[in-house]
T-cell receptor, first 118, second 117 residues
Framework: AAGVIQSPRHLIKEKRETATLKCYPIPRHDTVYWYQQGPGQDPQFLISFYEKMQSDKGSIPDRFSAQQFSDYHSELNMSSLELGDSALYFC?????????????????FGPGTRLTVL | AQTVTQSQPEMSVQEAETVTLSCTYDTSESDYYLFWYKQPPSRQMILVIRQEAYKQQNATENRFSVNFQKAAKSFSLKISDSQLGDAAMYFCAYRLASGGGADGLTFGKGTHLIIQP
């Protein structure tokens, strides 16, 4: 079965540079989530998009922005990179049920992009 | 804000034996979902099992089962017949059940599971 695709898988940047991470959700999934996992830490939720609109927001720095495009892929843009931004960035996708009420959608994670800031 | 606590940073079990990983959470909500994710050395996040809070029956997936105690806000994972491939970091996660359905997960700090051959 098709999984979430993230590119690039590895990225090395210098301080103060910018980076763009891309995420291609599982086909027919309409919701995308971004997480940041620092070394030895648990994943921290950054932001999510449902049907191309921002849905939920977590601990995303102001230097970061994200969007979801018409084909449902998403990009995380990171500017003025700092050493502390070095982490594994996960994208996850899900399909939100059409019926109103509690959602049972499950988030499926991509392999992650490892960002190293020097 | 919701919090998830995993009090066991590391657990070790003999191959073929049973191990239980603990997780407690704090929330004022009544409708939510709980998950266990596995992260092997490859760092891929793999869903192990999920539980809907409105269901009293504990979820099971083959060798994996949970003990969900809603009143105690406890959600432990039992792995039966442990296999070498079960060695990984296990994260407990919480998600609010809302009409939108796009809420982020709140993770615990994780439990590193070691399988002794």
């Amino acid at each position: 079965a098709a999984g979430v695709i993230q590119s690039p898988r590895h990225l090395i940047k210098e301080k103060r540079e910018t980076a763009t991470l891309k995420c291609y959700p599982i086909p027919r999934h309409d919701t995308v989530y971004w997480y940041q996992q620092g070394p030895g830490q648990d994943p921290q939720f950054l932001i999510s998009f449902y049907e191309k609109m921002q849905s939920d927001k977590g601990s995303i720095p102001d230097r970061f922005s994200a969007q979801q495009f018409s084909d449902y892929h998403s990009e995380l843009n990171m500017s003025s990179l700092e050493l502390g931004d070095s982490a594994l960035y996960f994208c996850a996708s899900s399909l939100v049920p059409l019926l109103a009420g509690p959602s049972t959608d499950t988030q499926y994670f991509g392999p992650g992009t490892r960002l190293t800031v020097l | 804000a919701q919090t998830v606590t995993q009090s066991q940073p590391e657990m070790s079990v003999q191959e073929a034996e049973t191990v239980t990983l603990s997780c407690t959470y704090d929330t004022s909500e009544s409708d939510y979902y709980l998950f266990w994710y596995k992260q092997p050395p490859s760092r891929q996040m793999i869903l192990v099992i999920r539980q809907e809070a409105y269901k009293q029956q504990n979820a099971t997936e083959n060798r994996f089962s949970v003990n969900f105690q809603k009143a105690a806000k406890s959600f432990s994972l039992k792995i039966s017949d442990s296999q070498l491939g079960d060695a990984a970091m296990y994260f407990c996660a919480y998600r609010l059940a809302s009409g939108g359905g796009a809420d982020g997960l709140t993770f615990g700090k994780g439990t590193h599971l070691i399988i002794q051959p």
